[in-house]
């Protein structure tokens, strides 16, 4: 398990049930079955309050939710594409000097 400011982050199956074992309330995502009944979810760009309820739900759920780093357009469509394909989120990642 990996701690930073307030924010668990999961990376093994022990740290998963630790924290389901806090039972951890959100409102925002509890009650979902999928990452597509959070409140407000559509298809596109998220951000703000609604990409965290996308993250917490995820938490929640234990699964993680891949970050790519693009450096050309080419790589853009590639993720977005299997994101769609697979009917999954991700996350389109950037850093300087590729």
Known sequence: ???AAETTWLVDQDSIAQYRAKNVQD???D???SFWDIPGMKAGVLTGDLAWALLRFAKAKGFAIPAVNCTTTSSINAVLEAGQKLNRPVIIQFSEGG
Request: aromatic share 0%; hydrophobic share 65%.
């Open 27 to 29: 409102p925002a995502v």
């Open 1 to 3: 398990m990996v701690c």
């Open 31 to 33: 009650g979902a079955a």
